[in-house]
């Protein structure tokens, strides 16, 4: 929304004359902070303390003439009862709201049109308030424009969302319970007079979905579901209350000791083999190291309100006050995995890496779909985000659908029974036998060898799926989907029907990426060798490895075992590991010296050749050979020219193309290389050098004095041209941060 918004702007200053200002509202701190730096780093803003920091600073930057001024929405208040008074009477102001929802209808959206009443409102919103409160196109207009949750799923900007009905035993058969307890929980949140009222006014029923034996049912299957996703990915635990948020962190604290303690002595005790020992020590580690917590909006006198529900509020309050659990959570890395809340974080929230939201918590319209889009951010390997309803939200889930997802298009749900997956995977790995078996590559039969038999017929298989670049990204882009699926559907048993062609077809798609990544044949191979045994299972539970390190040493590759797998009659396995070596290298070398682009041409044209079936398999090998006895003494020119890489990419620059030059002029040439480079490092590249102007200007300066000394063969265009590749190059490679390429490089 936020670029939208910036988008827009620019276009209007671009396209119709005069002097517009533009108001940028939110709601939020955050959403404010978020606005003011995206515009700030797109480098439209020009002012300075464009943000207003108060009523009475709000009403001055709005009577002067600003391009653009930020302010929250709370901003545009009054003292009680009266009329805001009139800020300015221009009509070239636009005002943009972003999240065009509650907070616009009310005595500050009145407030800011008292202060703006000539002015122009643009809303954008997530989430217009449709049913039943028909107020956002009531007060901004008609829409412009709308990009809906399904053509946000076409588009592959978000990731598909499917939902999984695992409701307790223990469920209301009341049909007017959900309409009546969604009246009082659907606001954002909370407070403790609400959450008294909703027990007064739902009584037995709250009690119901409240009650400690369903709670223990729940928390025990959140633990067994959690441990047994496919994709590890963060989730989120959305209860009804900041009671029951607590309740159930508690609960699944202690289903998850249980379950740890059983592992443990399962491991130490048990008769268990060699794969079921491996991955009962991969389970063991990722639930030691997982870190949960709950994340609850402060109250007044909430340490004693929870203390006489047997509750200590306090250990998580801390908590919440002395870490910063936001950045902990969206940090894809960090082991705080299981956020535990009530209406925090459920809008405005965005964690790619969140795939799971376990919904206890009735919900509907806006907010049921601000809380389960939070699954569905596009993150790595994420096949697609999955909503766990403990409570009965499917009618009201086709309803917001209707409202916000599909824009009236009869029959497209574009959230779906998790039980569709299950289909879809059945799809893909028939698609993917049928084009298996057109290469004769069986995997049916795969799937029924083991041990040595297995690794042999699988490195046949690899060979004859790598045929050239369309085969081999045909197969792998059909092995990754069916991967993706069979993670998504876990911990399902219906699984189990697919455990066994996937594994082998995530052995044959490794096999070829281990022909592709950097690194040693020999060592990869076995890492592939080792990964058969662990993934042959049919209840299977694997936390991926880190990627293998990348080589680019050339003096470093194993040259023999790439000879040998060519000599044992894998040559396509050998030339695309040569080839996946090589293309590592030649990015390197450019990344240091842009002059060395030639060499990327040359590279792919050796490879379109290939492809094009200009030439066989073992005249490609021989090129790349060649190929890479050139990149080797392309690596060791500089110290034949006498200068360091960094020198080298200048004169580089300089000389290529360059006139005819004597051997003095080359000297001299090299000397302001050299030169160039010492004064510019020890004087103009600053940090955020590129950020001012007046630093690039400094910059710019140095290069073109320093490169007035160059021969006279150097005619005044000439000059100029180099002039301007060469601060380029500078501007590319030299960082705000005092880094550049060649730091990183080194």
Not at 43 to 71: C, N, P, W
Not at 94 to 116: G, W
Not at 695 to 705: C, F, G, I, P, Y
Request: with cysteine; net charge negative.
């Amino acid at each position: 929304k936020t670029m939208s918004m910036l988008f827009f702007s620019q276009k209007v200053l671009r396209k119709i004359p005069g002097n517009w200002s533009f108001v940028i509202v939110t709601d939020r701190d955050d959403l404010d902070d978020q606005a003011y730096k995206e515009f700030t780093y797109a480098g439209v803003i020009t002012e300075k303390h464009m943000r207003a920091t108060g009523s009475t600073h709000l009403r001055q930057l709005l009577a002067e003439d600003h391009r653009y001024v930020f302010t929250l929405i709370q901003k545009f208040r009054t003292d009680k009862g009266e009329v805001h008074p009139v800020v300015s009477e221009r009509d070239d102001v636009i005002v943009i709201t972003d999240e065009a929802h509650r907070t616009q209808y009310d005595t500050l959206a009145l407030n800011m049109r008292n202060a703006l009443p000539n002015a122009g409102f643009l809303g954008f919103t997530g989430t217009p308030l449709i049913a039943g409160e028909e107020r956002t196109r009531e007060v901004f207009g008609d829409y412009v424009s709308v990009y809906n949750f399904a053509d946000s799923a076409a588009d592959h900007a978000t990731v598909p969302l499917y939902y999984e009905n695992r409701i307790p035993q223990l469920e209301i058969e009341n049909p007017t319970f959900g309409d009546d307890l969604m009246a009082i929980v659907e606001e954002a949140d909370l407070d403790e007079d609400q959450e008294r009222q909703l027990g007064r006014v739902l009584g037995q029923q709250y009690e119901l979905i409240t009650r400690d034996d369903r709670l223990d049912a729940v928390a025990r299957d959140i633990v067994d579901h959690f441990l047994g996703r496919g994709f590890a990915g963060k989730a989120m635990v959305v209860s009804i209350d900041k009671v029951t948020a607590v309740r159930t962190f508690d609960k699944v604290q202690r289903y998850w000791r249980e379950r740890l303690e059983r592992n443990e002595d399962a491991l130490h005790n048990g008769s268990l083999t060699d794969e079921q020992i491996d991955l009962l020590e991969r389970e063991i580690a990722f639930m030691r190291e997982t870190d949960m917590a709950v994340v609850i909006s402060q109250s007044q006198n909430e340490i004693a309100e929870m203390a006489e529900r047997g509750l200590d509020i306090a250990v998580h309050r801390r908590r919440m006050v002395e870490e910063n659990l936001e950045e902990r959570f969206k940090n894809a890395s960090d082991p705080f995995r299981l956020a535990f809340v009530c209406s925090m974080w459920t809008t405005g929230f965005d964690v790619p890496s969140l795939s799971t939201v376990y919904l206890d918590k009735p919900l509907r319209n806006h907010t049921l779909m601000q809380t389960i889009t939070r699954a569905n951010r596009v993150f790595p390997e994420k096949n697609n985000g999955l909503v766990v309803a403990y409570v009965d939200v499917f009618r009201n889930l086709q309803a917001a659908l209707a409202i916000y997802a599909v824009g009236g298009a009869a029959g497209e749900m574009p959230v779906e029974e998790k039980g569709q997956l299950v289909d879809a995977t059945r799809e893909a790995i028939d698609d993917l036998r049928a084009f298996c078996l057109a290469r004769d590559v069986d995997l049916e039969v795969l799937g029924r060898l083991s041990g040595f038999a297995l690794v042999a017929a699988g490195k046949e298989a690899v060979e004859m799926l790598m045929v050239d670049d369309d085969e081999r990204i045909a197969f792998t882009s059909r092995a990754s989907l069916v991967n993706r699926l069979y993670k998504a559907i876990l911990p399902d048993a219906r699984a189990n029907e697919f455990s066994r062609v996937r594994a082998v077809a995530k052995f044959l798609a490794d096999g070829i990426s281990a022909n592709i990544e950097p690194a040693n044949i020999t060592r990869v191979m076995g890492r592939i060798e080792q990964l058969l045994d662990e993934s042959v299972a049919a209840h299977e539970y694997l936390i991926p490895d880190s990627e293998a390190e990348a080589l680019f040493d050339l003096g470093a590759v194993d040259w023999k075992g790439v000879e040998d797998v060519f000599k044992q009659g894998r040559p396509r396995t050998a030339a695309q590991r040569l080839r996946s070596l090589l293309s590592a290298k030649v990015a390197a070398l450019v990344r240091l010296n842009p002059v060395r682009v030639d060499l990327v041409e040359r590279f792919e044209k050796l490879v379109e050749d290939y492809n094009a079936g200009s030439m066989n398999v073992e005249t490609f090998f021989q090129q790349l050979l060649d190929f890479s006895n050139a990149l080797t003494q392309e690596e060791a020119r500089s110290l034949a020219e006498g200068l360091d890489e960094e020198q080298l990419a200048i004169f580089d620059l300089l000389t290529r193309p360059a006139p005819e030059l004597s051997e003095n002029e080359t000297a001299q040439v090299k000397h302001v290389a050299a030169e160039l480079l010492e004064v510019l490092k020890r004087d103009k590249i600053v940090l955020d050098w590129r950020k001012e102007q007046a630093t690039r200007a400094s910059v710019r300066v140095a290069v073109e004095e320093i490169l007035d000394r160059l021969p006279e063969a150097f005619t005044r265009p000439i000059y100029a041209q180099k002039c301007d590749v060469v601060y380029q190059h500078v501007f590319d490679s030299y960082w705000d941060d005092g880094r550049s390429i060649y730091t990183v490089a080194a």
